[in-house]
């Protein structure tokens, strides 16, 4: 199996950082795993457009965006072409490193 590297990059001007994927681990799981913050209000199952990102590059190794996730990437804030949802990003078998960019977050409460 191979490991892909996913690079991300941050709106709010935090240091980039890279860490390695494994087939079938989804973006968000990723940053998760590491310790990156990123909202996933729903639980990570395509139910809402909190941990939207932008897939700079190797976004033609992922799963095609479904109907539902493109709706849900239509209420977030600032979509953009390269938008997807992170929960939705899952890792290929054929996949190339990836450069995901995460948008400025507005925490709840915080």
């Known amino acids: 199996m191979k490991a892909v590297n996913i690079t991300f990059k941050f709106s709010d001007g ?5 860490h390695v994927a494994a087939e079938g681990e989804s973006v968000l799981d990723v ?3 590491n ?3 990123l909202q ?7 139910g ?3 941990c939207h990102v932008y897939v700079l590059q190797g976004g ?3 799963p095609e ?3 539902k996730e493109e709706d ?3 209420r977030a804030v600032n979509p953009r072409l390269s938008s997807r949802l992170a929960c939705q990003c899952v890792v290929q078998a054929a996949s190339e490193n990836l450069v995901i960019e995460i948008p400025q977050q507005d925490f709840l409460g915080h």
């Open 60 to 62: 033609d190794e992922l």
């Open 72 to 74: 849900f990437i239509d």
């Open 48 to 50: 809402c457009s909190t």
């Open 65 to 67: 965006i479904s109907d």
């Open 31 to 33: 940053a998760l795993n």
């Open 14 to 18: 935090q240091p980039e950082q890279t």
């Open 35 to 37: 310790g990156i913050q």
């Open 40 to 46: 996933h209000n729903c639980g990570g199952v395509c």
